[in-house]
């Protein structure tokens, strides 16, 4: 386990920037030390934003795209092609504008492809993807992804684990079904927090006044069944990536406010 670092920006715009600059650079380290590099995605506004802003990065091209395997840390199970499926809005962001190799765009199942309505088997056959993908020299049935990222929650939920919810008490299972989801819509498929933990690094997004509280809760030692947040933690780094407004209610102690 790793303890969380905090990066605090002026605001969300700057956050996304320096968020962008900061996933190109390890995109291109882990490209020149392993030959590639693995990144999982988040959906919601924060991680949008922040695809958004690699793609306005003139570095993006620093990036060998064809040897980037992109994986999803959660998907709301909806059709393929639906505008709230979290693949289609990191398609419109950044996906559809750079040369990816779609064999190594590793969405999430669709409410109306083989597995219809059963997100069980969804989850199933996405788990079965990630075990595939695990090598030897990985820690268990998910490959270790260089960066996972994860938008938290006004509830401080991450991914589709939400508070008190089954998902977020899996402990053996590396990919989950979600019902009833408290967000839209209900039915979901997530990473467990093992799934997640096993990454190098985890970065949580949070970004805007909504977010202050669940960050300030998460950082200040709740427990992971009442806060998803801050149970997620990567092998060897943790970083929250804030703007001021979701630090603004952060203890002294982890985010002194700045002297006048
Ligand atoms: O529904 C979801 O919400 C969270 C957070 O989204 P935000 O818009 O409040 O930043 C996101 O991390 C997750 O991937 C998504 O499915």
Redesign the pocket.
């Known amino acids: 386990m790793s303890t969380p670092q905090l990066v605090v920006h002026h605001d969300k715009e700057l956050m996304a920037q320096a968020a962008a600059a900061r996933l190109i650079t390890k995109i291109v380290d882990s490209q020149a030390s392993r030959g590639s590099a693995s990144v999982v995605l ?7 934003g922040l695809l958004a802003a690699l793609a306005a990065a003139p570095a993006r091209d620093a990036i060998d795209w064809s040897r980037l395997d992109l994986w ?5 199970y909806l059709p393929e092609g639906d505008p709230e499926r ?1 693949v289609t809005q990191a398609r419109a962001a950044l996906l559809d504008s750079v040369p990816l190799d779609p064999e190594r765009v590793h969405a999430m199942p669709a409410s109306d492809g083989p597995h219809g309505t059963d997100v069980e088997a969804a989850a199933e056959a996405y788990a079965a993807e990630l075990a595939k993908a695990a090598g030897p020299e990985n820690h268990g049935s998910v490959p270790t992804f260089d960066v996972l990222m ?5 509830d401080t ?4 684990l939400f508070p008190e919810l089954p998902a977020v008490r899996e402990t053996e299972r590396t990919v989950v079904g979600v019902h009833g ?1 408290p ?1 839209p819509p209900p039915t ?1 498929i997530s990473l467990t927090l093992p799934a997640i933990r096993a990454a190098r690094e985890v970065w949580l ?4 006044e ?2 202050a509280e669940a960050a300030a809760i998460a950082l200040s030692g709740a427990g992971e069944i009442q806060a998803p947040a801050a149970g997620a933690y990567g092998r060897a780094r943790t970083l929250w990536l804030l703007d001021s407004a979701a630090a603004s209610q952060l203890p002294r102690s982890l985010y002194p406010p700045a002297s006048p």
């Open positions: 988040t959906g919601g506004r924060n991680g949008n999803w840390g959660d998907e709301r979290n994860l938008g938290v929650g006004p939920h991450v991914a589709s989801a967000k979901r997004l949070a970004a805007g909504d977010k």
